[in-house]
Structures are given as structure tokens and as C-alpha cells.
């Protein structure tokens, strides 16, 4: 009872955050619409729960597997099939803000650095998007902390035990996405945090590095679990994709720099917003002390950054998310300086209304009007405004699963592998006997004569969801769904007349 006492208000602030968390990220988690890549991930998982055979089927698109293991289980749960797959994000935040505390606790030695690193996470725009999402992303992040949070455990303290700790989070993010292969690759930065006035310092240093090679070798090995797929080679294949192989790289290895640098710059500033950056540069400058802790904190982020701009090719805002994470108690420091050198409680919260103003205004819009919010604008266009979004797709599969309750139908739509239409139909009225589904891709000018034959047999729709302006064929329109603001993309039912 003493014990709690001594840290009931650390536990009220803890239970605030988690409130606050909590209410960010469940609020309307559902009113943004079904994504592409939300899509893929959540048939993949469909198919994985229920057929122990396909456990790997994100290989066979060149994904590491591990978002879909966790979602497979969420759906023994929720209701709603995409409902799980955001959950996991849910969840995989919660536990990225701990890690936050964790991170700012230990490596500043300061618990309020650490709390008020969770309480950024808990507002970062970055993180309420993509904790509120059915993709990747926020997994990654959460691996990526507490990874360098036991990396730096590990380099003060060298026990074996947290090697063997420290090895399982390493495979976990290996296996998730392959940007958390920083993770390790980045390790030995952390030995600057080394204590090298210790008088067994070499007997130390030997036993964090044989430590640290056991980590890394115990991470290589769980990730060696994917070579039991035959669709494992395609993750390499699927790498290149998105980042330059060295071979190609080195035929243009500075062409695309600028223009990557400044897209990824665009994305970061937007999300961070200068008033927070200023924050970021104060810490590192004026703040003197923890230089170390704040040149390794600083090496984890600019090191992808700059190889992501240095070797991408094909790049959207989500992939720096992780990267950005252990910036944050940087933030947090210098707050707490601030904080000190204002000594003025009142001051301090005029300060931070100020500061992190443009964060409160965008996470209130990405919860209540995501479309207009003032977020990076490609993640806009993909998730809201554009052809990718899902907008009325939750509206066309309520339709279509009303029209077959008595009586077949046949749904045709727009695309193959990866049409959100097909996609959604798979998810949603995947059981339903009463409906034939099939996507085209290219669609053709002309109407494909078994769209017209099964028009003679039974309802026949079609659903468009990319092409501004379909095609001239013999079609009634049923509804349209306009996709955001500011576009001409619709999601489209059309039903088939009978010739």
C-alpha cells in the first residue's frame, strides 16, 4: 500500500495517457474507408485463419508475415474484419507509447522525460494515422522502440538474458517489414553509450559484443523461418520494387536524391510541424547535456532517412514512420528544460498550447474529416481523396449482400490482384453462395460478352472505382460514391442491361 502511494501520481498521469490514448485512437476508428493495402492484408488473413497451409500467404506478394499473424487471432474477436486488422495497430501503438517511457526513462535517466515521450506519441499525428489503420506501419514502429530501448539497456547493463529479450524483438520486426532490419544494422551505434571509464571495461565490452552478436544471430534465425515458404525469394524481388538494388543504384546513385530528399522532408516536416521541430532543435543544442544519448537517438533517424532518399524508389509517407519515433524524447528533454528555466506553470501551458497547436488541429480533423486534414498529401490522396481510397465501398457491399439474400447474382469489377471491389467482395461476401464475382483488368472499350451473357441469366453489376469517366457500355447506374474532396474519382455501381 506504501509502494502505491509513493506512485499514485505517476500512476493518475499513466492512467491519463492511457485514457487519452484510448479515445484518440478508437474514436470513429471505422469512419475512415477501406484502403487498398488494408484490403490486402485483411483477405490475406481471412484466408491464414482458416487455412493453416497459407500462414505465409503475404509471401506470395513479397510480405513478411507477421502484421497478418497478429490479425488472424484479432478476428477471432471483432466483429468486422477490418476492425481487426486496426486493432492490432491499436494495440501495437499502446505498447510503442510504453516503450516511449521505457526509452526517454533510461536513456536521459529521467522518468517525466519518459512520460512526457509517451504523452507526444499519444498527440503525433504521424502515429494517430497509422494507429487507427490496418497496415504495417505501426508494428514497425513498435518493434523499432522497444528494439533500441533493450539495445541500450543492453550496452550499460550486458546481461545475457536481455540478449536472448533483446533477439526475440529483433526477429519480431524482421519479420514484419524489412526497413525494421535498422534495427540491428544500427546496433553497434549504440556503444557510444558504452561506459568507458569502467575499470573492466574490456571485460564489458566483451561480453555486450558477444551479447549483441547472439542477438542478432537468434534474430537471423527466427527470420529464417520464412525460408520454409516456397514464395520466400519473392521479398527480395518485392524489395526492389521500392529500393533500388546496389547493382542498379550504382547506374544513377545520386540522380534521384534531391527529389526523394525532398519529398521525404515534405512528409516529415508536415507531420512534425516546424513549431515541434524548433522543439527537436532545441534539444539538441541547447540543452548541453546527454550528447551521446542524443547523437545515437539522432543516428537512428538520419540513417534511413537518408538511405531511403539515397536509394528509393518508389516511396509513400508511411515509410519514415518508424524513424521518427525515437526522436521524440529528444522533445520530451527538452520540455523539461524548458519547463525548468520558465519555472512559471501558467507560461509553460500558454508554451505548449503554442507549440503543438497545429498537432492538436490535425488530429482532431483525422478523427472528424479526415479529408481535409493537414496531413501529408499524399497519405490524403491515398487513404481518402483518390482512386486507392475505398470511399462507398462499405455502401456497394451493403447493397449487393441485400440483393442476394433472395435471389443469385453476379458481380463483375474493376481490376484483379489487388482491385479493392474484388477485394472487399472476397472479405465481406466472401460465404455468400448467391453471389459470382470476378474482376477485369485491362478493362476493355467494348462490354466483354460473358458480362452480357450473365446479364441474360441473372442481376449482373459492375463496380468502377479508378476510371473517371467509365466506359461506354450498356449500363444503368445504381449509385456513386464520391471519393473525398477536390476529385473526380467515384466509386461506382452500375447494374448490366440485358441485350
Known amino acids: 500500500m506504501q509502494l502505491l502511494q509513493k506512485y499514485v501520481k505517476e500512476m493518475s498521469i499513466g492512467a491519463g495517457l492511457l485514457a487519452a490514448y484510448l479515445f484518440l485512437r478508437l ?118 522502440i522497444w528494439s ?36 540491428w544494422y544500427l546496433l553497434p551505434a549504440t556503444v557510444l553509450l558504452f561506459d568507458w571509464k569502467s575499470k573492466e571495461r574490456a571485460v564489458r565490452l566483451a561480453k555486450w559484443v558477444g551479447i549483441a552478436l547472439l542477438a542478432v544471430v537468434l534474430a537471423n534465425v527466427y ?38 530528399f525532398h519529398g521525404v522532408w515534405d512528409w516529415f516536416s508536415t507531420y512534425m510541424t516546424y513549431p515541434v521541430l524548433i522543439l527537436l532543435i532545441g534539444g539538441l543544442v541547447v ?39 525515437p526522436l521524440l524524447p529528444i522533445v520530451g528533454l527538452f520540455l523539461i528544460w524548458l519547463y525548468a528555466y520558465l519555472k512559471k506553470p501558467a507560461f509553460c501551458l500558454i508554451c505548449l498550447l503554442f507549440f503543438f497547436a497545429l498537432w492538436i488541429f490535425a488530429d482532431f480533423k483525422i478523427i472528424t474529416n479526415f479529408a481535409t486534414a493537414p496531413i501529408a ?12 481510397a475505398g470511399g462507398g465501398m462499405a455502401e456497394v457491399v451493403n447493397y449487393l449482400a441485400m440483393q442476394s439474400q433472395t435471389k443469385k447474382i453476379y458481380v463483375g469489377s474493376e481490376g484483379t490482384f489487388g482491385s479493392l471491389p474484388t477485394l472487399a467482395m472476397e472479405i465481406y461476401l466472401g460465404s455468400d453462395k448467391n453471389i459470382e464475382k470476378s474482376g477485369i483488368w485491362p478493362v476493355p472499350d467494348e ?33 456513386q460514391y464520391k471519393k473525398g474532396i477536390g476529385n473526380v474519382y467515384y466509386m461506382r455501381l452500375y447494374k448490366v442491361k440485358a441485350q
Open 27 to 144: 474514436t470513429q476508428i471505422m469512419s475512415l474507408p477501406l484502403f487498398t493495402d488494408e484490403a490486402i492484408y485483411t483477405r490475406w488473413s481471412q484466408i491464414a485463419k482458416q487455412d493453416a497451409n497459407w500462414r505465409f500467404i503475404s509471401l506470395t506478394d513479397g510480405k513478411q508475415p507477421m502484421f497478418v499473424w497478429w490479425d488472424m487471432i484479432f478476428m477471432r474477436f471483432a466483429h468486422d474484419p477490418l476492425l481487426a486488422g486496426r486493432l492490432v495497430s491499436v494495440v501495437c501503438g499502446l505498447l510503442t507509447m510504453v516503450g516511449l517511457f521505457l526509452l526517454g526513462r533510461e536513456i536521459f535517466k529521467n522518468k517525466w522525460v519518459g512520460i512526457l515521450s509517451a504523452g507526444l506519441y499519444v498527440l503525433y499525428p504521424f502515429a494517430l494515422v497509422y494507429d487507427r489503420m490496418a497496415l504495417y506501419d505501426s508494428m514497425v514502429g513498435m518493434f523499432t
Open 148 to 183: 533500441l530501448y533493450l539495445e541500450i539497456v543492453l550496452v550499460r547493463r550486458p546481461k545475457l538474458w536481455l540478449g536472448f529479450l533483446l533477439g526475440l524483438v529483433l526477429g519480431g520486426g524482421m519479420l514484419t517489414k524489412t526497413s525494421a532490419f535498422f534495427s
Open 223 to 260: 527470420y529464417s523461418i520464412l525460408r520454409l515458404s516456397p514464395f520466400y525469394h519473392i521479398v527480395t524481388d518485392k524489395n526492389a520494387v521500392f529500393v533500388y538494388p546496389l547493382n542498379e543504384w550504382l547506374q544513377h546513385p545520386v540522380e534521384f536524391f534531391q527529389g526523394n
Open 287 to 325: 540543452f548541453k547535456k546527454y550528447t551521446k544519448e542524443k547523437i545515437v537517438l539522432v543516428i537512428y533517424f538520419v540513417v534511413p532517412f537518408f538511405l531511403l532518399a539515397l536509394f528509393g524508389r518508389v516511396l509513400y509517407p508511411r515509410f519514415i514512420f518508424f524513424m521518427t519515433l
Open 377 to 388: 498529401k499524399s497519405d490524403l490522396s491515398q487513404y481518402s481523396n483518390d482512386w486507392p
Open 447 to 479: 462490354i466483354p460478352q460473358d458480362l452480357l451473357e450473365k446479364a441474360k441469366k441473372m442481376d449482373t453489376y459492375f463496380i468502377f472505382y479508378q476510371q473517371p469517366t467509365p466506359p461506354k457500355w450498356p449500363l444503368s447506374l445504381i449509385a
